[in-house]
C-alpha cells in the first residue's frame, strides 16, 4: 500500500515562507507524476501545483505562479513544495497525492490522481 505523509506546515505570517514535504513509500516513487492540492475552508479543493516523474516539467496554479516551486528527489521519495511570499489566502490544508498513471486525466484534476496523504495545515496571518 502506498502512503503519502505531507509534513512542514505550520502558522507563519504574510509574506513569510515555507516549505512542505511529502514522503512516499513504495520503490517506484520515480516512476509516478505528483501534485499538490489545497483546500481552505469552505471552498472546494484546488490545483496548487505538479511534477512530472523526471521532475523535468512542472505546472502550476496561476494564484501561485511565481511564489511556489515544487520539485522532487527521486532518490529520497520525497516531493517538495518551496511556498514564498505568502499570502493570507493560501491558508489552506495542503495535500500531495501521486498521479495515476494509467488514466488519461489532466495533470491539474484532482481525479487523476489515486493515493492522497492527510494533508498538512498552513496558516498565513496578515
Known amino acids: 500500500q502506498v502512503q503519502l505523509v505531507e509534513s512542514g506546515g505550520g502558522l507563519v505570517q504574510a509574506g513569510d515562507s515555507v516549505r512542505l514535504s511529502c514522503a512516499v513509500s513504495g520503490r517506484t516513487f520515480s516512476t509516478y507524476d505528483m501534485g499538490w492540492f489545497r483546500q481552505a475552508p469552505g471552498k472546494e479543493r484546488e490545483f496548487v501545483a505538479a511534477?512530472?516523474?523526471?521532475?523535468?516539467?512542472?505546472y502550476y496554479a496561476d494564484s501561485v505562479k511565481g511564489r511556489f516551486t515544487i520539485s522532487r528527489d527521486n532518490a529520497k521519495n520525497t516531493v517538495y513544495l518551496q511556498m514564498n511570499s505568502l499570502k493570507p489566502e493560501d491558508t489552506a490544508v495542503y495535500y500531495c497525492?501521486?498521479?495515476?498513471?494509467?488514466?488519461?486525466?489532466?495533470?491539474?484534476?484532482?481525479?487523476?490522481?489515486?493515493?492522497w496523504g492527510q494533508g498538512t495545515q498552513v496558516t498565513v496571518s496578515s
Open positions: 511534477i512530472t516523474w523526471s521532475g523535468d516539467v512542472t
Open positions: 497525492a501521486r498521479r495515476n498513471n494509467i488514466v488519461v486525466i489532466a495533470i491539474s484534476y484532482g481525479s487523476a490522481y489515486d493515493y
